[in-house]
């Protein structure tokens, strides 16, 4: 499904590769990426830390700081046009407006000294050619749209609690009503409670207007919570990708079982948590062949020589090992389901 | 989709929001007012300041520039301080009192003046530098160090001499040779704004380069600048007595605290006056604008905010 590239996505990304070049040494942040996204839909971006999940993010934004990262290869054909192709002024005009993109921290990604009406007008200001004055109304409409009173719009961020925060953000990025919203850990900075509502909130916001979303996030719970698509991200590939509930139930890459059988069961009392062993490969000297087969608990010698291609499984979604190539013999636990 | 956007009590409650949204943007100021308030030192150095620009704004009413400043008056020169003439007379029997009420506003004017002239200039320059960093940052900051190597003061007597001595030349010269201090104090903490979430996530709305700089990173980096303007209006102002003193500022008859120093000096054994009461201004002027310097550099600290 992902190699078909037809016309109807909203966003493909295909064969993506990023580069941080510090001193002499290259660390290889995401390679080879391929991601298709249809209007709409939302797909759930997971990864450890160091996965590749936020360079990502600001590849497709354009934004990935140069120096010391480099864009080496791939396309972003967002609506039909490829993002890395774009003149830099029509980029601008592509930001906020039709992409938009929400930061971890709402703590830090508000100016301290601009009103927050201040700062979701500026969005509507920059790209829909209306007067101060529109840009203003539109701007408390937003707020009260994320449940914040629109008196507030004349406060400082000093002045709000961090869930609020957060709404402000989102207000920000679906000022322009964009067709795509990349999420990078919008909750990871939020206590539990609120990260709840937020959720609910972006939910909500998403199917009102018909808004694709990346949400970039290491919860598989929140995944599971709003995502109708799901890409687990390991060394800066996407490992197993597909429909959610299909990945979930039908999970075939032993790094993805790992990352299930790490979360803790309440039903079952277990003394230790299970942890997938080992460290993420340094990304400054990947490892050859299959980039997981350190850690794998399945690997062979044949992991380490030859690099697996992606698999379009039985059920329907795709992952990238070489047992579903048949190179390499499955033990019995992990044995495919017919 | 418009419709849920369109709430109609929204709209009641925004047409009051801008009235609303005004005074609680005060408030930041206000705050800072409040600060600064508590701060004995500084509200005495406000206190003097104040009357200082009262003295150079009403200068006319409290003596007139033709009759009493500048006009000679032989007979009564070098005389002491009396009913009369409260700080005594000049050389030329000028009233000494009225020549520095008339000075205050070459002072005022060529202190801030040429601290506006070297924010601006300095404030661009150091803006420029830390945002794009790499060659643009090495070429401007090398440039700045060169001027820094020159001794400000020999910076500007170099200028007033190539340039000619009056007043807007003299400005110049104070601005340029303190362009430097500026362009560090906001390279310095635009390098410190521009890595903030707050900065990538403007880039993430569309925002240009300008809009930026001049919207996100300025408005950020604005109390460093207050407080080092405020001591460079000090510095500004003893660069133009001292310029005046030698010779190369504010030109004879007109009133300037410098150039009075320097005309008192050789009656200093007789008339004492002459030189003290122009000293002393420039030096409780000078006081007084150190004081709300370091006053402001700690009301203004978001550091010490409770």
Same mark, same amino acid.
């Given at each position: 499904m992902t190699e078909q590239a037809n016309t109807q996505d909203l966003l493909s990304i295909e064969d993506l590769s990023i580069v941080y070049e510090v001193d002499g040494e290259t660390t290889y /942040? +995401? *390679?080879?990426l391929n991601i298709t996204l249809k209007r709409g839909e939302t797909l759930g971006l997971i990864g450890e830390t160091g996965a590749g999940k936020t360079t990502t993010a600001l590849g497709i934004m354009g934004l990935v700081p140069n120096p010391p990262g480099r864009v080496v290869s791939g396309k972003v054909v967002f609506d039909g046009e490829d993002l890395l192709q774009m003149p830099k002024e029509k980029m601008r005009g592509v930001r906020g407006n039709r992409i938009s993109m929400i930061f971890q921290d709402p703590m830090t990604s508000l100016n301290p000294v601009m009103t927050v009406g201040e700062q979701i007008a500026e969005v509507i200001l920059i790209h829909e050619g209306v007067s101060k004055k529109a840009s203003f109304q539109k701007a408390g409409e937003m707020l009260e749209m994320v449940g914040i009173p629109a008196v507030r719009a004349g406060d400082f961020p000093h002045q709000f609690s961090g869930g609020m925060k957060q709404r402000v953000v989102i207000a920000i990025a679906l000022a322009c009503n964009p067709d795509l919203l990349i999420a990078d850990?919008? !909750? !990871? /900075?939020?206590?539990v409670t609120i990260q709840a509502q937020v959720l609910d909130l972006m939910k909500d916001l998403k199917s009102r207007y018909n808004t694709a979303m990346i949400l970039i996030t290491h919860d598989l719970g929140v995944v599971a919570q709003v995502c109708d698509k799901v890409a687990i991200m390991y060394a800066g590939e996407v490992v197993e990708s597909g429909d959610i509930r299909d990945v979930y139930e039908n999970t075939k890459h032993p790094y993805t079982r790992g990352l299930f059988g790490s979360i803790p069961d309440l039903d079952h009392s277990v003394g230790r948590l299970n942890p997938i062993k080992g460290m993420m490969p340094d990304p400054t000297d990947p490892p050859s062949g299959c980039k997981f087969h350190p850690r794998c608990p399945d690997a062979t010698a044949t992991c380490a020589a030859s690099e697996p291609a992606p698999v379009l499984t039985e059920t329907g979604h795709v992952a990238r090992c070489l047992m579903l190539q048949s190179m390499v013999e499955p033990t019995d636990v992990n044995r495919v389901q017919g | 989709m418009s419709q849920e956007m369109t709430l109609d009590p929204a709209q009641g409650q925004l047409d009051k929001s801008p009235a609303k949204g005004a005074p609680k943007k005060r408030s930041q100021w206000l705050e800072v007012w409040h600060r600064l308030k508590r701060d004995k030192m500084a509200m005495l150095g406000l206190l003097i300041i104040t009357l200082v620009v009262l003295a150079a704004i009403f200068a006319d009413v409290i003596a007139d520039y033709e009759t +009493?400043?500048? /006009?000679? *008056?032989l007979s009564d020169r070098l005389q002491g301080p009396s009913a009369q003439y409260w700080l005594g007379t000049d050389e030329f029997g000028r009233d000494i009192f009225a020549r520095i009420i008339h000075g205050t506003r070459v002072s005022l004017m060529v202190g801030v003046l040429s601290v506006a002239i070297a924010i601006v200039m300095g404030g661009g320059l150091g803006a420029v530098a830390g945002y794009y960093g790499g060659k643009i940052d090495n070429v401007i900051m090398r440039v700045m160090d060169i001027f820094l190597a020159v001794p400000s003061i020999l910076l500007a007597i170099a200028i007033v001499s190539a340039l000619g001595a009056n007043l807007m030349n003299l400005m110049l010269a104070i601005a340029i040779s303190s362009v430097p201090t500026y362009a560090r104090v906001v390279r310095a903490s635009v390098l410190t704004i521009r890595d903030q979430e707050f900065i990538e996530a403007a880039r993430a709305i569309g925002a240009s380069d300008l809009r930026i700089i001049f919207r996100h990173i300025i408005p950020n980096c604005l109390s460093p600048v207050i407080v080092q303007g405020a001591l460079g209006v000090a510095g500004a102002i003893l660069s133009t007595a001292g310029l005046s003193f030698i010779g190369l500022g504010i030109q004879p008859p007109e009133p300037e605290w410098g150039a009075m120093l320097a005309g008192g000096r050789q009656y200093l054994r007789h008339a004492w006056h002459v030189t003290t009461f122009p000293g002393l201004t420039i030096m409780i002027t000078i006081l007084a604008l150190n004081l709300l310097g370091d006053g402001l550099r700690d009301a203004l600290d978001p550091r010490l905010k409770h």
């Open positions: /942040a +995401v *390679n080879g850990e919008p !909750t !990871t /900075a939020l206590d | +009493v400043v500048i /006009a000679q *008056n």
